[in-house]
């Protein structure tokens, strides 16, 4: 490098830029992984499973030269049931009014096509995509170049790509090069929001979605789909520590011992887990008390889905940008 190159590439002249980028793939590509590398904050709860994410998260990341809005979405995939289509429409209604989309994809699924209904809305959102080939850290080099991993996904997918980029999320590698690309497609502006602020949701959702995420980690079949997490209260207390009160939800009776378990031991391990990330997040000790109640077949429920915050139509959406 040249000794007398500037130490930043933000010469004081160049204007700020601001935008929204779309993380768009089926579930467990590591959408929310890479938020959260992005942010180097974590904002998303991560798990091996699928529907992790049910609602679109913005995780906001601002330095010197611009800030970035992500918006993490649900996996796209064909819906099975009314729950299902809700998180294909609000992964897809993300893509309305961003600057850029990332379509996400594993090495070895550079060839499945979207879903029908996330490749037309990829058309449709007329805005510059780029392929982000996440985990490879797991890859093979020399069994799939970029070239061939976009030529497979390209085909798959009929899109055209605007650049191809190999990444790790759990490894945070290829991520530099990729905010810089990007940064380049977003339109000058002010920041939208805040720089100080991480993201758009506030402690109550967060704090239920990492009980959540412990719910996740530690149970099995069908139960990480039957469950829903609602923060009941939030107490932010001075000289003590907050209340925080976080309902789990499950659709069955015969559901709610499973999660409580023997002696109240599985409900004990959520908890002790949460709290940590919750204290972390708030920055202040927390008293969490956890609760487990049966609201029979919630994902077949309008009313249901509305109480836990899942709304049919997409609440505070993005600023629309002109077409
Ligand atoms: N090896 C590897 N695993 C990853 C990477 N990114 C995510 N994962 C894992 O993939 C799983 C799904 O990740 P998640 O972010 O929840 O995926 P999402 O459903 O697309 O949001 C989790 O177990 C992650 O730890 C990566 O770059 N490399
Ligand atoms: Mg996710």
Redesign the pocket.
Known sequence: MNEAAPPSLSAPSESFRSGFVALLGE?NVG???L?NALLDFKV???SPKPQ??RDRIFGIRTDETCQIVFV????VMEPHDRFNEYLRDRALEALRGVDVVYRMIEPERANVPLPPAAAEALARCRRPVFLVVNKCDLLDESKATEKELHAAAAAADGVEYAGVFRVSALERTGLDSLIEATRFLLPEGPPLYDPEQMTDRDLRFLAAEIVREKVLAHTAQEIPYAVATRTEEFREREGAKHFVCVTIHVEHESQKPILIGAGGAMLKKIGSEARPDIEQLCGHPVFLELRVKVRKNWRKNEDALREFGFRPEGRGRQRRRKA
């Open positions: 579930p959408k929310s992984t938020l998303a709860i991560v992790t994410t993490d979405t649900p996996g």
